[in-house]
Nanobody, 115 residues
Framework: QVQLVESGGGLVQAGGSLRLSCAAS????????CGWYRQAPGKERELVAR???????IYADSVKGRFTISRDSAKNTVYLQMNSLKPEDTAVYYC?????????WGQGTQVTVSS
């Protein structure tokens, strides 16, 4: 069974940093393309950042210059480095990745930024 597992969330003060990880369980699931999304209470899930198979990165305007998505193929893990965090970044963060035309999602990790 394919699973994506996010980790690294937590409580941080405004201006602080966190690094989220998205790892795949099962040695046959290679994470080549991956997206990070977030959902705040009462809001729709939104794209935060995405990395393509070729390594192209895409960011939401609200996080450009503060967040960095990266991939470690050896560890089969995708990271989201979040710097200069703001209270409005508070949300549950999810990663997704495709495999054989199926899009898999992780269970989410909570990020809370206090002012």
């Amino acid at each position: 069974q394919v699973q994506l597992v996010e980790s690294g969330g937590g409580l941080v003060q405004a201006g602080g940093s966190l690094r989220l990880s998205c790892a795949a369980s099962g040695s046959t699931f290679r994470i080549n393309a991956c997206g990070w999304y977030r959902q705040a209470p009462g809001k729709e899930r939104e794209l935060v950042a995405r990395i393509t198979i070729g390594g192209t990165t895409i960011y939401a305007d609200s996080v450009k210059g503060r967040f960095t998505i990266s991939r470690d193929s050896a560890k089969n893990t995708v990271y989201l480095q979040m710097n200069s965090l703001k209270p409005e970044d508070t949300a549950v963060y999810y990663c997704n990745a495709p495999r054989s035309s199926v899009l898999y999602w992780g269970q989410g990790t909570q990020v809370t930024v206090s002012s």
